[in-house]
């Protein structure tokens, strides 16, 4: 069975920092393009961070220069290492594979991990 299980986070002050875990079983995590992905309340899911197969990386505009995303395949688990963080950063966070065509490994997306950031 695929699987996926993100952990990490916590309750962080403005200018703090988290590391997330997203933990693949089932599937070489690398084999996919895969990603972090957040849902803030009221809003709706979004992209922050991506690392392709090859090892290429994307980021929101929000997160540049703030989030890490890398993963170590020996433990076929990807991470992503967030500084600096801001109020905004505040949401549930979701790792993800991108199958191509609008279509996502995990169909039902969990519970995620919660990261607030907060004085």
């Known amino acids: 069975q695929l699987q996926l299980v993100e952990s990490g986070g916590g309750l962080v002050q403005p200018g703090g920092s988290l590391r997330l875990s997203c933990a693949a079983s089932?599937?070489?995590?690398?084999?996919?393009?895969i990603g972090w992905f957040r849902q803030a309340p009221g809003k709706q899911r979004e992209l922050v961070a991506a690392?392709?197969?090859?090892?290429?990386?994307n980021y929101a505009d929000s997160v540049k220069g703030r989030f890490t995303i890398s993963r170590n395949n020996a433990k076929n688990t990807m991470y992503l290492q967030m500084n600096s963080l801001k109020a905004e950063d505040t949401a549930v966070y979701y790792c993800?594979?991108?199958?191509?065509?609008?279509?996502?490994?995990?169909?039902?997306w969990g519970q995620g991990t919660q990261v607030t950031v907060s004085s």
């Open positions: 089932g599937f070489t995590l690398d084999y996919y393009p």
């Open positions: 993800n594979a991108d199958l191509g065509k609008g279509r996502y490994l995990r169909d039902h």
């Open positions: 690392i392709t197969s090859g090892g290429s990386t």
